[in-house]
């Protein structure tokens, strides 16, 4: 029992070593200056809580990830409901002019989407739409080669599929370019 109240009385005593005060006190020539000792001119400072935040551990995290990698029993759809999911145009590797930066992405997917799912196009790792009809106009594209990638979608936001990346690269003219024999 007295072992007990020994390690009792430890642990309060620990606690309220935790909640140590903190002063400030300014010197002559301006300095500031925190401290946990008391001085002469100083003035308590009320400092909030810190936050802390108790990661889960690793072999939980990867459970996890194992659960929701499997399919679910109740899961209706299969993993990979469509067989293909991907652009029709632009073709991937391609290169064309376009003096206003203006094209078109066409995508589809076999069998055709199912109800509920919708395409979702990144163009450059930022998403730029997302519709059924499988046509996303943009205007202004940079000149260069990009990235675009296509995923079909569910009601709620989440990936059903994730289907083919392609790269092409846009042809502008450019004041840079132009004739200078003027």
């Known amino acids: 029992m007295n072992r007990g109240i020994v390690v009792l009385s430890l642990l309060a005593l620990a606690a309220s070593s935790v909640q140590a005060q903190v002063y400030r006190s300014v010197d002559e020539q ?7 000792q008391a001085s002469s001119g100083g003035e308590e400072v009320n400092v909030k809580p810190v936050t802390t935040v108790t990661l889960p551990d690793a072999e939980d995290v990867r459970q ?14 299969p993993a990979k409901p469509y067989s293909r999911v991907g652009f ?4 991937d590797d391609t290169a064309f002019h ?11 997917s076999q069998p055709a989407l ?12 930022q998403p730029i739409g997302q519709n059924a009809s499988g046509q996303f106009a943009l205007q202004n594209v940079f000149r260069g080669t ?4 296509v995923n079909v979608i569910d009601r709620d936001g989440r990936i059903v599929q994730s289907g083919q990346s392609i790269t092409f690269t846009i042809h502008r003219p450019s004041v840079l370019n132009r004739n200078r024999n003027n």
Request: glycine content about 10%.
């Open 30 to 36: 301006g300095n500031v200056t925190f401290t946990d």
């Open 146 to 149: 990009h990235n675009a990638s």
């Open 114 to 125: 199912r109800n509920g799912h919708l395409f979702e196009v990144s163009l450059d790792g």
């Open 88 to 91: 029709d145009a632009p073709e």
């Open 64 to 77: 996890l990830e194992a659960q929701q990698e499997k399919p679910s029993v109740d899961d209706q759809t």
């Open 98 to 108: 376009s003096g206003n930066g203006d094209m078109t992405f066409a995508v589809s």
